[in-house]
């Protein structure tokens, strides 16, 4: 389960209280002024009943237990979901949940806002043990790993009189990757001018290529050799090409560092589904790199961590740090 920090438990009139409270205390002087023993028993019962609506209305949001669950990795600028598992250990009639970003304050003039046009959360009515998982929607947000939104629940059970609510801070962050950008390598695999691979004539079936240690003294073409002081050897063109992977290379790419990254990124996937083998140079940061094959999930997933950190700010926890963006 994941650590959570809960705040205090907040309440306050709503607008039907706020009239109940006003009634309760016009009658309170008429039944002063008047000496009115049936007006003060009118009152009383009336402010006992306020009490006992603030009460309850604070025992029960008390009981509703919150289990924040892994949010999915998503694209930065796109919006998301956060899974929560929700519990009551008494039956609770209606209740709020919403997840709050933390650049967003509690302003609003009533937390519990269903008709509201910005209604992102959910209303639930939970039975007494009942549990549920429930999704709520998450802002847009730009690029990195960012901590979880808050999650806001209120209510204003029993008789809607007051509304309390109470804000919980899951420990827990979120990875928004890097978007996509067109970008053209500035340096591809070598060809043939740099590793001296060519076609031999026409009718031979081979590969020469520049002369690597290992190779058979047999397939060395010393006539070459003798003319420029070079190897060669030849290789048949059945026989498997090294695999020379892509460079990736931060400097070599235009922009900005955000262009840059997002450059990087749409390579690494583009690289990585066509199972081609890449090197990945960010300044200050060891390469990370993937082979050709179906083994380069890891390497891609990692690749694309460290895009999505790349150059931010980090809080003393370790977040990073970013405005929230309009969804």
């Known amino acids: 389960m994941q650590r959570l920090a809960e705040q205090k438990i907040h309440i306050r009139p709503r607008a039907w209280g ?22 003060f028993l009118l009152t009383f019962v009336l402010m006992a009943l306020m009490v006992n609506s603030l009460w309850q209305t604070r025992r029960f949001l008390k009981q509703i237990n919150i289990e924040p669950l892994a949010i999915e990795p998503r694209l ?62 998450i802002a847009s947000q730009q690029r990195g790993f960012l901590r979880a939104p808050n999650i806001e629940i209120s209510s204003h059970y029993p008789f809607g009189l007051f509304t309390a609510w109470r ?30 691979d060519q076609r031999a004539e026409q009718g031979d079936p081979t590969r020469l290529r520049a002369y690597q240690p290992g190779d058979s003294i047999r397939h060395i073409v010393f006539r070459h ?30 922009g900005d560092v955000h262009a840059r990254v997002e450059q990087l990124a749409g390579l690494v996937r583009k690289l990585s589904a066509a199972r081609q083998s890449w ?39 370790g977040f990073d740090l970013h405005s929230t963006m309009s969804s």
């Open 18 to 39: 706020l009239g109940f409270i006003a009634v309760a205390i016009v009658m309170l002087l008429a039944a002063i002024n008047y000496g009115n023993n049936l007006i």
């Open 76 to 137: 930065a600028d796109t919006p998301g979901w956060f899974s929560v598992r929700v519990s009551s250990a008494s039956g609770h009639p209606a209740f709020y949940i919403e997840a709050i970003e933390h650049e967003h304050t509690s302003s609003k003039s009533d937390p519990y806002h269903p008709h509201e046009s910005e209604h992102r959360g959910v209303d639930l009515t939970l039975a007494k043990g009942e549990e549920t998982v429930v999704e709520l929607l």
């Open 167 to 196: 804000m919980i801070t899951p420990q827990q962050g979120q990875w928004l990757l890097p978007k996509d950008r067109p970008a053209r390598l500035q340096q591809d695999k070598p060809d043939a001018a740099d590793t001296g």
């Open 225 to 254: 050799y003798a003319k420029t002081g070079v190897l060669i050897t030849r290789q048949p063109e059945s026989e498997k090409q090294p695999d020379i992977p892509h460079i990736l290379d931060y400097h070599q790419l235009e």
């Open 279 to 317: 090197v990945l140079y960010l300044p200050n940061h060891a390469p990370v790199s993937a082979d050709a094959g179906q083994n380069s999930a890891a390497s891609t997933e990692e690749a694309l961590r460290l895009l999505a950190r790349y150059g931010l700010a980090k809080d003393a926890d």
